[in-house]
C-alpha cells in the first residue's frame, strides 16, 4: 500500500467517526461569527413579541370597546328628573328601598352618597356581598340593624312617590356602575346630630349634607 492509499484510507475512517452534525457545526462557524448568531436569534424573538403585542393589543382594544361604559352622573335633581323611570330586580328594590327610607329627604349629593356606602359595604368582605344583605344585615333583632328602618319596629310605607322615583333612578345608575365620588370609599356614615361610640374608632373621609362619613383605619 503507497503512502497516499494510507493517507486515503485514514481520511476515509475519519469521517465515518466524526458526526454529521458535527461537520455542519464547523462550517457554520466558520460562515457566521456567534455575535451575529445572537443577533439574528434575538431579533427574531423580538419580532415574534411585537406581532404577539399587536394581536393582543387589538384584542384588548376590541373588548373594552364592547365592555359597557359607567354611567356618567350629575347629582341635580333637574337631570335625574330627565332620566327615564329605572326598575329592577331584588337588589335594584333594596337599593331603592333603603335611599328612600335613609335618605329622601336630602338632596342628591347625600343620597348618591349613602347609596355608595352601600355599593362600598357589598364589595367589603367585612359585609354581605349583596345589596339585599347589606340593607338587611341584623334586622331580626330590634334596633340592632345597620340600617335603622329595618328594625324601628314600625310598617314602612312609600308615602313620596315622587322622591320614591329619584331615589329609584339613583339605585339604578349606582348598580350600573356609576363612579362613587363622594365618600372616598366609605363604609360607615351617622347623621351630623349625634355621635356614636363607634365613630372614634374609624377614620372620617367625608361630610355630605347631614351625615359624617367613616372608613375603616388602614
Known amino acids: 500500500m503507497t503512502v497516499f492509499t494510507q493517507i486515503r484510507a485514514f481520511a476515509l ?6 458526526p454529521v452534525s458535527a461537520h455542519a457545526e464547523t462550517r457554520l462557524m466558520q460562515k457566521n461569527t456567534p455575535d451575529l448568531l445572537l443577533s439574528a436569534e434575538i431579533e427574531s424573538i423580538l419580532t415574534q413579541d411585537h406581532r404577539a403585542l399587536k394581536r393582543s393589543g387589538s384584542f384588548l382594544e376590541r373588548m373594552f370597546r364592547r365592555m359597557p361604559k359607567a354611567p356618567d352622573v350629575v347629582y341635580d335633581e333637574a337631570w335625574l328628573a330627565s332620566l327615564p ?7 335594584w328594590q333594596c337599593l331603592t328601598e ?7 329627604g336630602e338632596d342628591p349629593y347625600g343620597q348618591f352618597a349613602v347609596a355608595e356606602v352601600i355599593m362600598n359595604r357589598v364589595d ?3 359585609f354581605p356581598n349583596t345589596v339585599c344583605g347589606v340593607v338587611t344585615q341584623g334586622s331580626t ?12 319596629g314600625r310598617n314602612e310605607t312609600i308615602s313620596e312617590p315622587e322622591a320614591y322615583v329619584q331615589v329609584g333612578k339613583i339605585a339604578r345608575l349606582m348598580l350600573d356602575g356609576a363612579p362613587r365620588l363622594l365618600t372616598h370609599g366609605a363604609t360607615y356614615y351617622h347623621s ?7 365613630s372614634r374608632k374609624f377614620r372620617r373621609v367625608a361630610e355630605v349634607g347631614p351625615h359624617f362619613f367613616y372608613r375603616v383605619n388602614g
Open 98 to 104: 333603603a335611599l328612600y327610607f335613609e335618605a329622601r
Open 124 to 126: 367589603n368582605p367585612r
Open 192 to 198: 351630623s346630630a349625634v355621635r356614636p361610640g363607634w
Open 141 to 152: 333583632k330590634l334596633n340592632q340593624c345597620q340600617f335603622s328602618y329595618n328594625c324601628d
Open 13 to 18: 475512517a475519519l469521517a465515518l467517526v466524526v
Open 85 to 91: 323611570v329605572a326598575s329592577g330586580d331584588a337588589q
